[in-house]
């Protein structure tokens, strides 16, 4: 799609958004595909941003760590099956239509970056300066997950 948008989001001096996740800065052990798949788009868009920093492109990487959305209900286990119901207490997250105000805001505000939720800042804060250290954490808050192969 960013081959096709790129000659209008250049003539414009358009915005490129890419909702990433706090997985693309610290992996999440049961997650490989997840996580590398976020490392990976947050890398695109790097480059993307860098290739095109004189020419007037914005481009946003949205990292909302976890949010209250649909997206647990096409989630698979471990098994390949649907996972149906969430191992997060839902309520407590931030909700997605939050989530889509703030990458709004964002794109408006032509930020590079915008993580959310004070457990996203924290572990990409943390990831920075000791990242042995949030092995174990990632590792242990994964582990209290139901059906987690880690406990």
């Known amino acids: 799609?960013?081959?096709?948008?790129?000659?209008?989001?250049?003539?414009?001096?358009?915005?490129l958004a890419g909702?990433?996740?706090v997985a693309g800065y610290k992996g999440l052990p049961g997650r490989a595909g997840y996580s590398a798949s976020k490392f990976a788009l947050q890398g695109f868009l790097e480059v993307?941003?860098?290739?095109?920093?004189?020419?007037?492109?914005?481009?946003?990487?949205?990292?909302?760590?976890?949010?209250?959305?649909?997206?647990?209900?096409?989630a698979l286990a471990k098994d390949g099956t649907a996972q149906g119901e969430s191992p997060l207490n839902e309520a407590k997250l931030m909700p997605a239509e939050e989530v889509a105000k703030h990458?709004?805001?964002?794109?408006?505000?032509?930020?590079?970056?915008?993580?959310?939720?004070?457990?996203?800042?924290?572990?990409?804060?943390l990831n920075k300066f000791f990242p042995k250290f949030?092995?174990?954490?990632?590792?242990?808050?994964?582990?209290?997950e139901p059906d987690s192969p880690f406990t």
């Open 48 to 74: 993307v941003r860098i290739e095109n920093r004189k020419k007037g492109l914005h481009v946003l990487i949205a990292c909302p760590g976890f949010t209250n959305s649909n997206i647990r209900n096409t």
């Open 1 to 15: 799609c960013t081959k096709y948008a790129l000659p209008e989001l250049l003539k414009t001096h358009g915005s």
């Open 134 to 144: 949030m092995d174990k954490m990632v590792y242990n808050h994964m582990a209290k």
């Open 103 to 125: 990458i709004c805001h964002a794109i408006e505000t032509r930020k590079h970056r915008l993580t959310l939720t004070t457990q996203g800042k924290m572990t990409v804060l």
């Open 19 to 21: 909702v990433s996740s």
